[in-house]
């Protein structure tokens, strides 16, 4: 079991920047894949960012592609989103969630924990 708890989240004006942070505890965080989700009001929950139990490769959504960097410290059992230029179609809840195994990174449905989320929203 692990548990994922994230901060960071507020209120933004568009082109700001905001960082997200995700606390993992419970067993070895080196071993997850982690991944970072988002939903919009009326909108399913879509893939975000996701990088290696290494941290030696990341994966982006196109969508946020050149604005936001995913990044993580085993030591610290936490990982991170960065997040620049941020536009009004960035509002969403964040979610931060591991897996155990490292393909499909970007499907929502083969990771195994969640943490709760936090709101970011983006003024215009």
């Known amino acids: 079991q692990v548990q994922l708890v994230e901060s960071g989240g507020g209120l933004v004006q568009a082109g700001g920047s905001l960082r997200l942070s995700c606390a993992a505890s419970?067993?070895?965080?080196?071993?997850?894949?982690m991944g970072w989700f988002r939903q919009a009001p009326g909108k399913e929950r879509e893939f975000v960012a996701a990088?290696?139990?290494?941290?030696?490769?990341?994966f982006y959504a196109d969508s946020v592609k050149d604005r936001f960097t995913i990044s993580r410290d085993n030591a610290k059992k936490t990982v991170y989103l960065q997040m620049n230029s941020l536009k009004p179609e960035d509002t969403a809840v964040y979610y931060c969630?591991?897996?155990?195994?490292?393909?499909?990174?970007?499907?929502?449905?083969?990771?195994?924990?969640w943490g709760q989320g936090t709101q970011v929203t983006v003024s215009s």
């Open positions: 969630a591991a897996k155990d195994s490292s393909v499909y990174y970007s499907n929502p449905k083969t990771y195994d924990y």
């Open positions: 990088i290696a139990r290494g941290g030696g490769s990341t």
């Open positions: 419970g067993r070895t965080f080196s071993r997850y894949t």
